[in-house]
């Protein structure tokens, strides 16, 4: 398997944050081709805007239902993700700057960061969710959709 593919062991049994991550590792595989065949500045800066996109969509809509369900954790998952956006932010400076041109293991890095962070973290809050709406299924209590 490939650090730039979504699998099924990633699943966090949620339809909406599984495609989000799909959507993410699609664009970061995007990002690694467009670097290794050399594409313009323009066409690298497309793709990680929507890159960034998706990943603020993805990260705002991830806390969002764990804040509605009461995660004990939110606080530290919301810190992970700050981390994750600074992180990958530095890396889009220097790439767009053009300090990176030719080296598309520059992808990788952030691949690496979203594959740890759902292995870890994003399956921690699976159990306390998938919890909490069953108690609130009654309460007609659903899991928030994502924005945009």
Excluded at 71 to 96: C, N, Q, S
């Amino acid at each position: 398997m490939s650090i730039l593919s979504w699998s099924k062991e990633l699943s966090v049994d949620n339809v909406a944050c599984d495609a989000e991550h799909r959507k993410l590792f699609d664009l970061l595989r995007k990002l690694h081709d467009a670097i290794v065949i050399g594409s313009t500045r323009n066409t690298l800066n497309s793709i990680v805007a929507d890159l960034l996109k998706a990943a603020e969509t993805h990260f705002d809509h991830e806390e969002r239902m764990m804040k509605e369900h009461g995660y004990p954790g939110f606080e530290a998952h919301k810190a992970e993700h700050e981390k994750i956006a600074r992180d990958v932010k530095t890396l889009v400076v220097a790439l767009t700057a053009g300090k990176l041109a030719g080296k598309p293991d520059v992808a990788l890095l952030p691949a690496q960061w979203l594959y740890s962070h759902i292995r870890v973290h994003d399956k921690q809050y699976v159990p306390h969710v998938s919890q909490s709406a069953k108690n609130a299924a009654g309460k007609q209590t659903r899991v928030p959709e994502p924005v945009g």
